[in-house]
């Protein structure tokens, strides 16, 4: 739950290395033979710098068909080879239904990047970034504390918190809308290109609630998003999770091996004592499946472990852990 202090690629891939023989140069132009020779030793460290950055990269790759190197692949070509990560990242359209703990109903508009919103028993659209996108709502929860528009927002009483997901065609988005008294009063909202509001916005609407459990099909199409920057500034070490805050990590979740992408972050260090941080990631499929959006808790008072919480899956509109959480033996380092 973002700002709310809570109850708390596979390996062995298959390496095949075909030798690179320079051709002799002809006999008689000593210039060429020279500049063969230097090619030759060129060819020959580009080779072995390849074949060990292949390698390392080889560990964290899925399990799979055989990379090759072939004796014409030149330095871009090997440099192609060693990168492990997707540039693109995709969700197939959705086919699953989800079971939400709440009748939402919610019409109004918020302020910033994210414009009308229209949820009809949780399904709906939004405008976000002056364009609709397909929208439904996940769970009750509390927009981040460490976001707040001031003494209203965190401290009504009556205020619900709702976090809606919602896609377009080039990012996965994530809002919280808040309701106060059957009002839309602020939302707070990111996204996986970088677009997010630094505090939670005024809105004005209405919010129709009723605590019931609702089945919502979200019907959504299939999507491709670039893969997200990752924050810096933090590093997770552990057997089951791991990021060096440079790059895409991973993530061990039911036996397989996620690309793990934080890329929006929360202090929430002064929320409560201790506090923590929370990275908002995506984590990608091994098989190219789909993709989760989840949330890592960095709390303060457990520095050997890390949290995964309010994990959402797609296409089948699936939580592995809905409304728990997820431990992992890991340290890890903050700014």
Request: glycine share 12%; proline share 7%.
């Amino acid at each position: 739950m973002p700002g709310t202090n809570r109850h708390q690629p596979e390996r062995g891939r298959v390496l095949e290395l075909r030798s690179v023989t320079p051709r002799a140069p002809a006999p008689g132009h000593g210039t060429r033979a020279r500049l063969g020779a230097r090619c030759a030793a060129l060819i020959t460290r580009t080779a072995r710098t390849a074949l060990t950055a292949l390698l390392a990269a080889c560990s964290s790759k899925d399990a799979g068909a055989p990379v090759s190197l072939d004796a014409g692949a030149d330095a871009t070509n090997l440099a192609d080879a060693t990168d492990a990560s997707p540039t693109q990242l995709g969700i197939p359209a959705s086919t699953g239904a989800w079971q939400a703990t709440s009748d939402v109903t919610i019409s109004g508009r918020g302020s910033g990047e994210l414009g009308a919103i229209s949820l009809t028993h949780g399904v709906g659209t939004i405008t976000f970034h002056g364009a609709p996108a397909k929208a439904f709502f996940f769970v009750d929860t509390a927009v981040p504390l460490g976001t707040d528009a001031g003494a209203a927002d965190g401290g009504l009483a009556d205020e619900r918190d709702f976090e809606i997901l919602a896609e377009q065609d080039g990012r996965v988005i994530a809002a919280w809308l808040t309701c106060y008294k059957g009002s839309l009063a602020y939302v707070y909202y990111e996204s996986t290109d970088g677009l997010a509001s630094v505090k939670s916005q005024s809105a004005s609407g209405t919010c129709t609630i009723v605590d019931a459990p609702t089945t919502e099909t979200p019907g959504w199409p299939a999507v491709t998003f670039p893969a997200p920057s990752v924050v810096s500034g933090f590093t997770i070490a552990g057997a089951d999770v791991a990021f060096d805050g440079t790059g895409p990590g991973s993530l061990t979740l039911n036996g397989a091996r996620w690309g793990l992408y934080p890329f929006h972050t929360i202090d929430c260090t002064a929320c409560a004592s201790p506090g923590w941080w929370e990275l908002h990631a995506i984590l990608a499929d091994p098989s190219g499946a789909g993709a989760c959006l989840g949330i890592l808790y960095l709390q303060k008072s457990a520095p050997a472990s890390v949290e995964l919480a309010y994990l959402m899956c797609l296409p089948g509109v699936t939580s592995p852990i809905p409304y728990d959480q997820k431990l992992y033996a890991a340290s890890w380092t903050s700014p």
